[in-house]
T-cell receptor, first 114, second 110 residues
């Protein structure tokens, strides 16, 4: 298995533009997590899906952020409109069942909003 | 989830054992101890987890004290590639979130 696949690896966009980050979880995993990492705040959980259903989105910073999981093999995280303070590395992770004992992380998307 | 306390940084000579401590004095009976690491510019990587017994796998060993208030991750023969930030996390292991603290930055040197 190729692991968790995220795209793009790097994204540079102008303030106000819409940004869409993509994630393909490991086949057979039915929990998916989106994290954000910055120097100031470290790794923060944004949202967590189980069986394609959002279970906990309390970490989503504001209404500009939205996440979807239309099927078991694909998820998106959208920021609209983007702001410079959204610049961070965004990680997607997946795990089997509802357990997070062994979550597998993707390589991340480095987002820069200028 | 119970909070954890880890040293900010540690050094280890290559080939020696790296012992990374973690305090989790408020751990509950149903909470596991997990260890992850994050090598620079990569996503976090699961290492090992345990409840109360010591655990060993191909990457590391986990020693949990009898009162479960602290644990130690042991990398038996550290290499330069083990240089990373190591996170100790306490979690029920069910459908709940992993909360990453600041971790321990391990620097393995020649």
């Amino acid at each position: 298995d190729a692991g968790v696949i995220q795209s793009p690896r790097h994204e540079v966009t102008e303030m106000g533009q819409e940004v869409t980050l993509r994630c393909k979880p490991i086949s057979g995993h039915n929990s998916l997590f989106w994290y954000r990492q910055t120097m100031m705040r470290g790794l923060e959980l944004l949202i967590y899906f189980n069986n394609n259903v959002p279970i906990d989105d309390s970490g989503m910073p504001e209404d500009r952020f939205s996440a979807k999981m239309p099927n078991a093999s694909f998820s998106t995280l959208k920021i609209q409109p983007s702001e410079p303070r959204d610049s961070a590395v965004y990680f997607c992770a997946s795990s089997k069942g509802g357990r997070v004992a062994e979550a597998f992380f993707g390589q991340g998307t480095r987002l820069t909003v200028v | 989830d119970a909070k954890t306390t880890q040293p900010t940084s540690m050094d280890c000579a290559e080939g020696r054992a790296a012992n990374l401590p973690c305090n989790h004095s408020t751990i509950s009976g149903n909470e596991y101890v997990y260890w992850y690491r994050q090598i620079h510019s990569q996503g976090p990587q699961y290492i090992i987890h345990g409840l109360k017994n010591n655990e060993t796998n191909e990457m590391a060993s986990l020693i949990i004290t009898e009162d479960r208030k602290s644990s130690t991750l042991i990398l038996p023969h550290a290499t330069l590639r083990d240089t990373a930030v190591y996170y100790c996390i306490v979690n029920t292991g069910t459908a709940s979130k992993l909360t990453f603290g600041t971790g321990t930055r391990l620097q393995v040197t020649l």
